[in-house]
């Protein structure tokens, strides 16, 4: 058995190393590369939900979840195969981007070590799903949002159930954004209409500022409805939702075809249908609509500029432009050799005692491990810069003598505070039940935050009767 923190117990048998939490992207024990590539922004689009049922083909490519297994360096829409391989290979092409597929019979999550979990990316585009979320999923993509992640969300008109198990995607996301156990108070200032409309050409909002209007892709103008729904805004609800384009003769808070808005730390995109995306090519037998290059729209345009803003590519409070940006290591001690210097820590948190074993040289923080009631603090204070992609990194090993399987005794919460101490998101929250031996290497996306000072705390608090120990090495914030 494990001894306690203060008891000052040796361990009985030797530990081959400690595991860690982050919230931006899962990376294994003993992998060199980052979480988060500083120019690249990883988009994960889903095929876990029926997005190919009937006429529907909704993917990138028919190599999954690496659309790289069809052809590594696309040049045409047709190198890879889906309706959305145009959509893809642009993003393919610019070299700025990295894209997987989740694949049909697979599940989506948050916070796990799958390579498609969703804290391996910046962005989750949803293209037309009709199966509902499961609960798990519900809570991994809103704490995914929450976090600081774009999430895009393509529907298609009412009655549009593809696979004909009752719902369709107007159902599914609003379910998603009503029925979650996050926020089920209207997270993100809109719910999609029952509505079927045959056919429109939604026009833009007059917006020279806004990045999705007026990206880097292009101006948009115009968008195309092919039988495809609006959605009600709701600002009392979420003041930041924004309509960009609007079903001709509305404006306001309905009809928005297309729209915008934030939840936490992360972005959120609504289009009303699915044709706009549709570059017309598919797999055998399906009929598809070429709305990616009609001449009367600029869909092309506003889809890549929402996936570049949805990144944080673009605009303000996103991970800005990686390229002007130098490349650095934020944090002071970050591997605790220099004692408790640079770090805020209770006291005895940071120690080279041989009752737990460091990660690397001698020092590391040990947050709990007593037996009894209590609360371990560690922090550092950080500016990040404007401009910059970051990413947290750290390594945390959980130990504990609790016996149970299913209840989360003692804790340890991962947050971001601004300078007057208010947290701006909880990355994580591990507990007992995450204890395991083994170094394991998480990362977070910080460019959320980019342009703030941020506090960056792990707090450990502890019950009463068992120990469990946090005990966290070689942490990093690396921007680029």
């Known amino acids: ?80 195969t889906g309706a959305l391989s145009s959509w893809g290979v642009a993003l393919q092409k610019t070299g700025g981007y990295s894209q997987k597929t989740l694949p049909s019979g ?63 995607a107007v159902e599914i996301f609003n379910d998603l954004m009503t029925n979650n156990s996050v926020d089920s108070t209207d997270p993100f200032g809109f719910s999609v209409d029952s509505l079927s409309i045959g056919s429109d050409h939604p026009s833009a909002i007059s917006d020279s500022t806004d990045p999705v209007l007026h990206g880097s892709f292009g101006a948009v103008t115009k968008s195309l409805i092919a039988s495809g729904t609006t959605a009600t805004l709701k600002p009392a609800d979420n003041s930041a939702v924004k309509g960009l384009l609007y079903r001709t003769g509305y404006s306001g808070n309905t009809g928005a075809f297309f729209a915008t808005s934030t939840f936490g730390s992360g972005r959120v995109a609504f289009w009303g249908d699915s044709s706009p995306v549709d570059d017309g090519t598919g797999q055998s037998g399906n009929t598809l609509y070429d709305g990616w290059n009609d ?78 009631a209590g609360t371990d603090t560690l922090s550092q204070s950080v500016t990040i810069p404007s401009g910059c992609s970051a990413t947290l990194g750290f390594y945390l090993h959980v130990d504990t003598a609790e016996t149970t399987t299913s209840t989360a005794y003692d804790t340890l919460k991962v947050q971001v505070l601004n300078s007057s101490g ?56 690396d921007v680029s």
């Open 295 to 372: 001449s009367t729209a600029t869909n092309a345009a506003l889809a890549l500029n929402a996936t570049e803003w949805l990144a944080g590519a673009g605009g303000s409070g996103g991970g800005g432009d990686p390229t002007s940006c130098t490349a650095a290591q934020l944090l002071g001690n970050s591997g605790f050799e220099s004692g408790s210097g640079t770090w805020s820590a209770t006291s005895g948190v940071i120690t080279d005692s041989a009752s737990r074993a460091p990660r690397s040289g001698s020092y590391y923080a040990w947050l709990d491990g007593n037996g009894t």
């Open 106 to 168: 697979s599940s989506l999550s948050y916070g796990g070590t799958s390579a498609t979990d969703l804290a391996n990316f910046d962005t989750l585009v949803l293209p037309e799903p009709n199966t509902l979320f499961t609960g798990a999923e519900k809570t991994a993509i809103m704490n995914f949002v929450k976090n600081g992640g774009g999430l895009f969300m393509i529907s298609d008109h009412t009655g549009a159930d593809r696979n004909n198990d009752g719902e369709d």
């Open 422 to 477: 208010t947290v701006l998101g909880t990355l994580a929250t591990y507990s007992n039940l995450n204890a395991a031996s083994g170094y394991t290497k998480r990362g977070f996306d910080l460019g959320a935050y980019a342009g703030q000072s941020v506090t960056l705390r792990f707090t450990g608090t502890e019950g009463s009767k068992y120990q469990t120990s946090f005990v966290v090495d070689d942490t990093a914030l």
């Open 1 to 80: 058995m494990l001894g306690t923190k203060r008891s000052g117990r040796r361990l009985t048998t030797a530990l081959a190393g400690f595991g860690l939490l982050l919230t931006g992207a899962a990376v294994q024990a003993g992998t060199a590369a980052p979480a988060h590539a500083a120019a690249t922004h990883r988009v994960l689009f889903d095929n876990a939900h029926a997005e190919t049922a009937g006429n529907a083909d909704w993917i990138i490519s028919t190599s999954q979840p690496d659309p790289l297994g069809q052809d590594s360096s696309p040049s045409a829409e047709t190198d890879w």
